[in-house]
Structure formats: structure tokens, C-alpha cells
């Protein structure tokens, strides 16, 4: 009966903390002028593919890098890696979520100021990455067409966190009974403002409209 209080009054407290961190890092970022993008979403959703294909583009006229969380292996970083730009891998072991003040270890020795784009790609579940600010200038969330439309119903509070979604492999709505209007409802319904993209990491379907908008996200921080 005593113990929960002081559980409670625990994780107030780790969230206070981190919250102290990440309004550091947004400061340290808008003094840098690089535009920080997280990304969350169930697993394999498509973050990493979708990021491969990003870190391709955009390095080509710009300065982009990216650090990736997963409870255990460096696979993601290895696949991101390929694209040359600058990637690390976050290992969290048993925690189910990235941190500021993992993010903050993690950019050691990286000159902020020589980038463009850091994307941040959490650790895959729909549940404890919203409540984890990290410092980015928003946090999209990433979900696939074969997850179900009523996802966004059911983990509210990253659609709610969240101010763009990406809705990626539609290359295979030929073969599922997906109802992408049903799924943008829903979605919206949760966070009317909700801006979307929808996009395949396999095709290639879509992708042009996104890497627009990061061009245009990355204009709008060097001018701020
Ligand atoms: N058909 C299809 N498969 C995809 C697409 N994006 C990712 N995948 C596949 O989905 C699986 C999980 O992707 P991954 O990028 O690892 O997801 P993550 O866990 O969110 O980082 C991999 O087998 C990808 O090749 C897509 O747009 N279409
Ligand atoms: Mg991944």
C-alpha cells in the first residue's frame, strides 16, 4: 500500500528530469539551426527503410545524420550507415524507450552546427516513446498498412503527440483489405491537425511529397 506513491512520485520525477534535458538540447538545436526529426511507431513498421531512403536523398544537398534506439543490436545503424552519412546506434538494453539524456550522450563529439537534418529513430512501440520528449521539432509517427486502421484509436496518446504521420507501405493495399480513409479518420479524430504522408519505402510511391516537406521544414529552421 506505501510503496505505489513512491513509485508514482519516482517517475514524476525521471520525467521532470528529462524533460530539463530536452528543453537543453531543443535550445542547442535552434542555436545550431538543424532541424530534428523523431520517428516512432510499432515495430517494423518501416522507420529504418524509410530512413535509408532519406539519409540517401537528402545527403545529396545536405548535411544529414542520424542516431537510432533499440533494446539490443546495431543492426539499424549498420542498414542506416550505408547511406553515408553519420549514424549511432543507441543500445537501451531493457528500457522501451530513447531518452534526452541518451540522446544527449549520443551526440558527443558531433559538431551540431555542421548539420542540417538529425533524425532520431525510437525504439519500435506505440506506447512509451510519447511520453519522452526528446528535444526534436516533432515527433512523426510512422504506421503501416497492414497494422489494422484502428491503431491510432487504440495508442492515442502518440497520435496525439505526434504532429505528422506517415502512413508507409501502401504498395501492398492491392492485397489487404486496408481502409486508408478509415485510418486517416481515426487518426485525426485523435489529433485533427495531423499532417500525412503516405509513402512506400519499397516503391518509392510517395516519397518525393516527404522529402519536399523535410526540404522545406530544414528552409523554415535556417530562417528562424
Ligand atoms: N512492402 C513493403 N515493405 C516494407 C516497406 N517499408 C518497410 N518494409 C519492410 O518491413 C520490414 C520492417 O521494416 P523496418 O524498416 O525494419 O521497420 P522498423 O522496425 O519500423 O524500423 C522490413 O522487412 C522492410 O523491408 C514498404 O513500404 N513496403
Ligand atoms: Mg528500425
Not at 537510432?68 to 543490436?73: H, K, P
Not at 550505408?82 to 538494453?93: D, E, H
Not at 486517416?184 to 512506400?200: D, G, K, V, Y
Request: proline residues 4%.
Amino acid at each position: 500500500m506505501t510503496r505505489e506513491p513512491r513509485l508514482v512520485e519516482v517517475r514524476r520525477n525521471i520525467l521532470k528530469q528529462n524533460d530539463v534535458i530536452a528543453r537543453e538540447l531543443r535550445e542547442q538545436f535552434t542555436d545550431a539551426g538543424v532541424c530534428v526529426a523523431s520517428m516512432v511507431s510499432s515495430p517494423g513498421s518501416g522507420k529504418t527503410a524509410l530512413l535509408e531512403d532519406t539519409l540517401t536523398r537528402l545527403s545529396e544537398n545536405h548535411r544529414v545524420a542520424a542516431l537510432v534506439g533499440d533494446l539490443a543490436t546495431e543492426n539499424d545503424a549498420a542498414r542506416l550507415a550505408r547511406s553515408g552519412a553519420p549514424v549511432r546506434q543507441i543500445t537501451t538494453g531493457t528500457v522501451c524507450h530513447l531518452e534526452a539524456a541518451m540522446v544527449r550522450s549520443a551526440l558527443e563529439g558531433w559538431q551540431l552546427g555542421e548539420l542540417d537534418f538529425l533524425f532520431v529513430e525510437n525504439v519500435g512501440n506505440l506506447v512509451c516513446p510519447a511520453g519522452w520528449d526528446l528535444g526534436e521539432v516533432a515527433k512523426i509517427v510512422v504506421f503501416s498498412v497492414t497494422e489494422g486502421e484502428d491503431k491510432p484509436l487504440k495508442y492515442p496518446a502518440m497520435f496525439r503527440k505526434s504532429r505528422y504521420a506517415v502512413l508507409n507501405k501502401i504498395d501492398l493495399l492491392p492485397y489487404l483489405e486496408f481502409d486508408v480513409a478509415l485510418a486517416m479518420a481515426n487518426a485525426r479524430s485523435i489529433n485533427p491537425e495531423l499532417q500525412f504522408f503516405l509513402t512506400s519505402a519499397r516503391t518509392g510511391e510517395g516519397l518525393e511529397a516527404w522529402y519536399e516537406f523535410l526540404r522545406s521544414a530544414v528552409r523554415a529552421t535556417a530562417t528562424a
